[in-house]
């Protein structure tokens, strides 16, 4: 009996995946040189490393995004807030915070989401 378990043991350790070299633990800190201005900048002289070009935003449907996930997901977050209450009077508190998570959640989510795409 002894030695079905050494077998056992010994055909573990043999056929054990060991990790491959793309299942190792990167760096956690990888460190790189920062680039400072050197020389003072000057009251009124135009700073090198800023590029006004890069600078503007174009214009996306985020607000609109935030205003249609928040009154969706407010809806949602009321009508589980009712079906979780039990109480016969209808726990206006519970709703009422139901809506104004749901409405949060959804304006972020929402927001985000409208952020990504572009007006024409």
Do not use: H, N
């Not at 000057?42 to 009154?71: A, C, H, M, N």
């Amino acid at each position: 009996m002894m030695r079905v378990y050494v077998a056992l043991v010994v055909m573990t350790i043999l056929l054990a995946p060991r990790p491959a070299s793309a299942q190792r633990l990167a760096p956690l800190l990888v460190s790189r040189p920062l680039d400072l201005p050197t020389a003072p900048i000057r009251v009124g002289q135009r700073q090198p490393f800023v590029d006004k070009k890069s600078s503007i935003v174009p214009p996306t449907y985020w607000l609109e995004g935030g205003v249609v996930g928040g009154v969706v997901i407010g809806a949602l977050g009321e009508a589980f807030a009712a079906g979780m209450c039990e109480s016969s009077d209808g726990c206006p508190g519970s709703r009422i915070s139901g809506v104004v998570f749901g409405a949060a959640l959804g304006f972020a989510v929402g927001a985000l989401i409208g952020g990504q795409i572009p007006k024409e």
